[in-house]
């Protein structure tokens, strides 16, 4: 996903793919939708869509529980989504997949369980400068209740980790190392191979944020040897309410669990109750089945057009974009990292980020404007927030002429 390596064209019919998206052929403001809002949730294909309406038409029941034919078939599609899952990153077990609503509760998890049997007065947590607050507060909130101290790897001016300096944080009161693999705000492609074999000289594990990474690159988790990998599946052209929490199993065995109820349990009696096994011990209640169904339906839709040319495809809009973009007068770009997903983070000079937003909204072009709720790094910056576009498979070269000459429209009407 590098930018400064050439991008060569693949054969790939783009309006084929537009077609299987209802929403794209909807009206905004009285223009033709163009939705360049991927990084904050993509957009979902009928495949998607009619599996989780044929589930609930068909297939509902509650799962694990009933001995009766159509619970069976519900776990069944519930379980295969998990070995979906399990495939798709490549994970050793299917214990090792946790469900959850999405890469805010996977933290969230793994944070408070993770702490309460690693970490303790005087230990340390790292994250970098560019993290969203999903992978900031929660470690926040565990730090100040443990008495432990939040330790932030600092980037440089192109939005990059610098790695010269990431080493000299950890100490042998280091318990995690826990960073973005695809900024948000930036786009920035974080090293995380060379952070996680850093980390592992030390004896540290490490989670990565993978909620951008999934769009737009393959993971294997065996692969990076990462300890914990957690993202969502709205952003990859699945449901929303469905995420993932990978874990290697030797740490998800040790870690309490962190909701109390059924499914999780193994006994039950007032005087004490012991845990299910894995996967199960992190999952109580009723999971969100048609999510899971929605989300394996979303993994056959990515991998049956396949990761190479979603790169190729995304990279091209990148760098059309960048190029058509940069003759703007008064535009600054924020994040220009050597290494960047599709993502575009600008400013007008002299305008604010929402009246840009609001001015592309009329003319039907639906970006994110505001802090991405990364609010250290706008201020690490100095700024209030940015405009940004993000692009995915259904964008085309007609969508980025749009998006350019309503920025044009927008500087003239602001500056």
């Given amino acids: 996903m590098a930018n400064d390596t050439t991008v060569t064209a693949t054969p790939f019919d783009v309006q084929s793919i537009r077609d299987q998206f209802p929403v794209l052929k909807e009206e905004m403001n ?35 529980r009933g001995v009766y034919q159509l619970s069976q078939k519900a776990t069944d599609l519930f379980e295969e989504g998990r070995e979906k899952v399990r495939s798709f990153i490549n994970a050793a077990s299917t214990q090792e997949v946790i469900f959850t609503r999405g890469t805010t509760e996977s933290i969230n998890l793994l944070a408070n369980s993770f702490a309460k049997k690693y970490i303790n007065k005087g230990d340390e947590v790292i994250i970098s400068s560019m993290e969203h607050h999903s992978n900031i507060v929660p470690w926040q909130m565990v730090c100040e209740e443990r008495g432990a101290t939040l330790k932030i790897i600092p980037i440089n001016e192109k939005g990059e ?46 989670m990565l944020d993978g909620a951008q990474a999934t769009l737009h690159t393959p993971i294997d988790v065996q692969d990076l040897d990462v300890d914990f990998y957690v993202f969502s599946g709205h952003k990859v052209y699945g449901p929303t309410g469905i995420g993932i929490l990978y874990g290697k199993k030797e740490y998800l065995d040790e870690m309490p669990p962190y909701h109390g109820g059924g499914e999780m ?3 039950v009696t007032f005087e004490k109750t012991t845990y299910n096994e894995l996967p199960f011990k992190f999952e109580a209640g009723t999971p969100d089945i048609a999510g899971v169904v929605g989300l394996s339906k979303a ?18 809009l990148l760098e059309y974009a960048m190029n058509e973009l940069s003759q703007i007068d008064g535009i600054q770009f924020i994040g220009t990292a050597d290494q960047k ?49 993000s692009f995915a498979i259904y ?16 500087a003239k009407m602001l500056r």
């Avoid at 939708?33 to 309406?53: E, H, T, W, Y």
């Avoid at 000079?349 to 404007?369: F, N, Q, S």
């Fill in 30 to 64: 009285g223009k033709p939708l163009i939705f360049l809002d991927s990084a904050a949730s993509s957009q979902k294909p009928l495949s998607v869509i009619n599996r989780m309406s044929e589930y609930y038409e068909k297939n509902h029941a509650n799962v694990h």
């Fill in 265 to 267: 349990i193994e006994t």
């Fill in 341 to 389: 997903a599709s993502v575009i983070s600008f400013n007008i000079e002299g305008a604010h980020p929402y009246d840009v937003g609001t001015i592309l909204d009329k003319l039907g072009i639906a970006v994110r404007t505001g802090h991405h709720c990364t609010q250290p790094l706008m201020n690490l910056f100095g700024i209030p927030g940015t405009v940004r576009a």
């Fill in 161 to 206: 980790i610098k790695m010269d300096e990431f080493e000299a944080l950890i100490t042998p009161q280091t318990k995690m190392i826990a960073v973005v693999h695809v900024s948000n705000a930036l786009g920035t492609i974080n090293p995380v191979k060379e952070i996680i074999d850093i980390a592992h000289n030390h004896n540290v594990p490490v």
């Fill in 299 to 316: 993994i056959d839709f990515v991998q049956s057009i396949g990761y190479d040319v979603i790169h190729n495809h995304e990279q091209q």
């Fill in 395 to 410: 964008n085309t070269k007609e969508d980025v002429d749009a998006l350019v000459e309503g920025v044009r429209r927008a």
